[in-house]
């Protein structure tokens, strides 16, 4: 296809000479995201990006394309692991970078966020005016547009759910153009079934999101981690169900391994602690009134003693900070070592099955398996190492075997994108896979938003 013809002026008419990019190299850094080795995949270079303004240069756009049956891919920060944005076929990249605006409404603590801004840039914004924005993927260079559609989650998911608990309304432009506003500042809208939800979740294979009305919650008055070691891994996630089932609420409950941490940390310039008693930890996050606070980790200390763990410490100010820093990084740091980064979700009182059945694996393999990820909600990340490339789709399948017969499913976060889309014909319901692709349809009869993405 030659996307050159006219099709430049056009886009040019719509967004402005400068925001239309065509030489390789402005083009090059639009092209990839952060998949792993063993999954990545090879983009289509004939593209054209352009950086719309606003939803109804979206919709020109889209609507052009759709006309002529161009493929577009929305582009947030290019953080995504599962090569969701990648461009597979010639076509138009949409990136929402120029879309920064966000405005809060403190009467209602609701905010709407445009697109390109990212988490980190969103969070700045949100805790100055006094609030919180529970949703916390490990990585801040994620667009707001993007957390949206992947409903992305992260460490707090344990006690605020995931991003399609806190949005309630979209402006969404369809990939046929037309521009479609649904919810607003609402706590309830029972009016029909929700597109919103619908739309979260779907991976952006339904619409470009233009806007998000998020939920904001009150910045709690304290918080302060305690970081829990334990002797394996069993004994750490066996501990996550009775800790939740105790009356505890902890803001984050996390899994890490020493030395996972330790290479994070050294991927920083910063240094891990070497008097941790154990070689895995939990890290529990605890946020609120401070002398709740402060009795929370006192019976969460106990519980853990009475659980196998061994001595507890508290993080607390700037050092819970940098243990925050440590964790986010793991995925970054680990990934020149790893073939591949899973994202498996089981029932948290799975846990402690699952940690054996990695442990299984890894010894069947001859072969580590490090992992780490957000034990409170059973959504653990088994890194495959870069020695195991060779074995790395085997190891990866019996790892989704193991989380399926445990109750589990092959993605707690990360999605499906294009990475996973033979694992989403293998290890889900054929009848669920038909009526996604009949939506799919339903809102993009000419496939052009995103193919080559979960279905389509
Ligand atoms: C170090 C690291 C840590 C991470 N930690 C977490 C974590 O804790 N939890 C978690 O959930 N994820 C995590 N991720 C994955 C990633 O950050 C999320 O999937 C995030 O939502 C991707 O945002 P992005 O802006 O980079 O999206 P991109 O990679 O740019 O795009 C992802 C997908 O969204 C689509 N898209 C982008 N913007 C829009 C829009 N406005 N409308 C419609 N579709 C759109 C794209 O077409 C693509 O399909 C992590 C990734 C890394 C590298």
């Known amino acids: 296809m030659n996307l050159h013809d006219n099709l430049v002026s056009e886009l040019e008419n719509i967004v402005g000479k400068d925001y239309v990019l065509t030489k390789k190299e402005q083009i090059e850094p639009y092209l990839y995201d952060e998949t792993f080795v063993a999954t990545s995949i090879k983009p289509s270079t004939n593209c054209i990006v352009v950086k719309p303004i606003n939803a109804e240069q979206i919709s020109k756009i889209v609507k052009l394309a759709n006309d002529s049956k161009i493929p577009v891919y929305p582009r947030g920060g290019g953080t995504g692991v599962v090569a969701a944005s990648v461009p597979t076929k010639d076509g138009i990249i ?188 939990l890290l529990i996050q605890l946020a609120g ?22 001595e507890p410490r508290i993080a607390e100010g700037s050092e819970e900070n940098r243990v925050w820093k440590i964790r986010k990084n793991v995925l970054a740091a680990l990934k020149p070592l790893s073939s591949d980064v899973l994202d498996v979700t089981v029932p948290p009182a799975q846990m402690g099955k699952l940690a054996d059945e990695l442990d299984r694996i890894a010894s069947k393999y001859n072969t580590e398996i490090p992992a780490y990820g957000h034990a409170g909600d059973g959504n653990i990340h088994p890194h495959i190492l870069r020695k195991d490339l060779e074995n790395c789709e085997k190891i990866r399948n019996e790892i989704y075997e193991a989380t399926l017969s445990l109750g589990g499913v092959i993605t707690g976060e990360h999605g499906i994108g294009k990475a996973r889309v033979k694992e989403f014909y293998k290890f889900v319901d054929p009848k669920v896979i038909e009526l996604i692709s009949g939506i799919k349809k339903l809102f993009d009869p000419n496939n052009i938003l995103n193919p080559n993405t979960i279905v389509g």
């Open 94 to 281: 949409i990136s929402l970078e120029r879309m920064k605006k966000v405005e809060i409404d403190k009467d209602n603590m609701m905010a709407i966020v445009e697109p390109g801004v990212t988490l980190e840039e969103f969070g700045k914004i949100v805790t100055s005016a006094g609030f919180i924005f529970p949703p916390y993927p490990a990585n801040e260079q994620a667009s707001m547009g993007a957390i949206t559609v992947n409903n992305s989650g992260g460490a707090r998911a344990v006690k605020h759910g995931v991003m399609r608990h806190h949005v309630k309304g979209l402006e969404v432009v369809l990939p046929t153009g037309e521009i479609l506003n649904l919810g607003g500042k609402l706590i309830k809208d029972n009016v029909t079934s929700s597109l919103i939800q619908l739309i979260v979740g779907t991976g952006g294979i339904l619409g470009i999101v233009t806007k998000t009305t998020v939920k904001l919650l009150p910045k709690p008055e304290y918080q302060l981690t305690l970081l829990v070691p334990f002797n394996n891994r069993h004994d750490a996630f066996s501990a996550v169900a009775p800790i939740l089932s105790s009356g505890i609420e902890p803001l984050s409950l996390e899994y890490v391994e020493n030395k996972c941490m330790d290479i994070s940390a050294k991927d920083l310039g910063e240094t891990w602690y070497t008097d941790i008693p154990g070689p895995v930890l």
């Open 289 to 310: 009134k401070k002398d709740v606070v402060f009795n929370e980790a006192e019976k969460a200390s106990e519980f853990c003693i009475e659980h196998n763990s061994l």
